[in-house]
Each structure stands twice: as C-alpha cells, then as structure tokens.
C-alpha cells in the first residue's frame, strides 16, 4: 500500500482594513445645519424667556395674536364656499373678522407690554380672557350655524365644539397670564432644542461608528477548505519514494 502524501495547508488571516461606511457624512448636508442652528435658535428664545419675562410675556402675545390671524385666513374660502345659506356665510365672515381683529390688536398689544405701558399691563393681567374669548367665540358661531341656520354638521364636529367650548371655560376659570404661558413656551423651546440636537448628534455618532468598524479575523483549519488565502503543498521527495515499502 502506499503511503498518503502529506499535505499541508497554511491560512494566514487578512489584514485589517478600515471599512467605509455607507452613510455620507451628516456635517455635509443642509439637515444637519438646519437642526444645528434651530436648536441654536431654541436655546437662546428658551433661556431669553427665563431672563426677560416681560420679553416671554410679549412674545406669547404676539405668538397667539399670529396663530389667530393665520387660523382665520385659512379658513375664508373653504368655510364661506362650503356655506349654503346667506345669512350662515355672513356669519362666518363675521368670525373671521372678529379673529383678523383680535389678532391684529393682540400683536400690536404685544409691542406695547415691552414697553411697559398702560395697554400691555392691560392685556398682559387679562389676557386669558382674550385666549378664552378665541375658543368660546369658535364653539358660539358653530351652535349658531347648525342650530338656527341649519347648515349641515356632523356628529365629530358637534362633540369637538363642546370639548373647546369646554376649554373656553377652564380658561376663563384659571388663573393665569401671558407671562405664565410664555414660561410654557421656554419649557418646550428647551426641550425641542435638545430633541433637535441629539437628533443631530446621534447622526453624526452613527456614521463616525460605521467608519470605525473592523472585520472580524477567521482563522480555519481544514484539508477541504477552498477559501484559503495562502495554501502550501509539500510533496515527498525521490529520496522518500525509493523508502517506500510495498505489501503485495
């Protein structure tokens, strides 16, 4: 019988090479500096309400008195079209009217508190009178149009007008003014500004951790292997075949 040749396989590992991530770099694109400068803008509004109360006070004025215009603009062609009677589209323009007013008044009011004057003093101690007027005027000229004027309604509607005529109520109920509302504001500017910057961050962190990826070192021993890196065959010499023995 003859003797089996040896056979010796030698693996080496490769090297290790720096894997390039997939994810382009997050400080190149406009998101990053977007959300970067917001929350930058964030902070300094939050911590300037904190520091300046009559500032966070004219700013929740102003920022209702803009909320409340935008709201009414928004709402003239589709709720005066959608109107099929006279006097309910005349009643609609009415409100809307009533909120371009409130609205205008309240921003120019706004401009008044930081100057400390008589009306801004005014507007600011009552001024949850004015945010309540807003709900409970809405829920008024909706129970007008669909129960004198008859204009078609919907069950959703009806019970969503009893919930602001509700807040309307604890409005005027509470006890509270604009500085109280512009110490919410600070609250949440502060808290979007971090949201805004680990979101940026995190971003950054993903990407800086893809590019820092090693791959892993395998290292197999096998006669079958086909995915060697380096194979190395010895072979017997003539000095080894002229020593082998035969059993016949």
């Given at each position: 019988?003859?003797?089996?040749?040896?056979?010796?396989?030698?693996?080496?590992?490769?090297?290790?090479?720096?894997?390039?991530?997939?994810?382009?770099?997050?400080?190149?694109?406009?998101?990053f500096?977007?959300?970067?400068?917001?929350?930058?803008?964030?902070?300094?509004?939050?911590?300037?309400?904190?520091i300046?109360?009559?500032?966070?006070?004219?700013?929740?004025?102003?920022?209702?008195g803009?909320?409340?215009?935008?709201?009414?603009?928004?709402?003239?062609?589709?709720?005066?079209?959608?109107?099929?009677?006279?006097?309910?589209?005349?009643?609609?323009?009415?409100?809307?009217?009533?909120?371009?007013?409130l609205?205008?008044?309240?921003?120019f009011?706004?401009?008044?508190?930081?100057?400390?004057?008589?009306?801004?003093?005014?507007?600011?101690?009552?001024?949850?009178?004015?945010?309540?007027?807003?709900?409970?005027?809405?829920?008024?000229?909706?129970?007008?149009?669909?129960?004198?004027?008859?204009?078609?309604?919907?069950?959703?509607?009806?019970?969503?007008?009893?919930?602001?005529?509700?807040?309307?109520?604890?409005?005027?109920?509470?006890?509270?003014?604009?500085?109280?509302?512009?110490?919410?504001?600070?609250?949440?500017?502060?808290i979007?500004?971090?949201?805004?910057?680990?979101?940026?961050?995190g971003?950054?962190?993903?990407?800086?951790?893809?590019?820092?990826?090693?791959?892993?070192?395998?290292?197999?021993?096998?006669?079958?292997?086909?995915?060697?890196?380096?194979?190395?065959?010895?072979?017997?010499?003539d000095?080894?075949?002229?020593?082998?023995?035969?059993?016949?």
């Amino acid at each position: 019988m003859k003797k089996k040749k040896k056979v010796e396989i030698e693996v080496k590992a490769t090297e290790e090479q720096e894997v390039k991530s997939s994810l382009t770099n997050p400080i190149h694109g406009v998101k990053f500096w977007l959300f970067a400068f917001a929350a930058a803008l964030l902070l300094v509004i939050g911590i300037w309400i904190l520091i300046d109360r009559s500032f966070g006070s004219s700013l929740a004025i102003a920022f209702t008195g803009i909320a409340i215009i935008i709201f009414g603009i928004v709402r003239i062609i589709p709720l005066v079209k959608s109107r099929k009677t006279g006097l309910a589209k005349f009643s609609t323009i009415l409100e809307i009217i009533i909120n371009l007013g409130l609205g205008a008044f309240l921003i120019f009011a706004a401009t008044e508190v930081k100057k400390d004057t008589g009306l801004g003093d005014f507007v600011d101690s009552y001024y949850k009178y004015f945010l309540g007027f807003v709900f409970y005027a809405k829920a008024i000229f909706y129970f007008v149009n669909s129960s004198l004027l008859k204009e078609e309604t919907n069950k959703f509607e009806f019970w969503l007008h009893i919930l602001i005529i509700t807040i309307a109520v604890v409005i005027f109920a509470c006890d509270f003014d604009a500085s109280s509302l512009a110490l919410f504001i600070a609250i949440l500017a502060l808290i979007c500004a971090v949201f805004l910057i680990g979101m940026s961050g995190g971003s950054y962190y993903n990407y800086r951790k893809t590019i820092n990826k090693k791959p892993k070192k395998e290292k197999e021993m096998s006669n079958e292997e086909t995915n060697e890196n380096e194979e190395t065959l010895i072979l017997p010499t003539d000095k080894e075949n002229d020593n082998e023995t035969y059993i016949s």
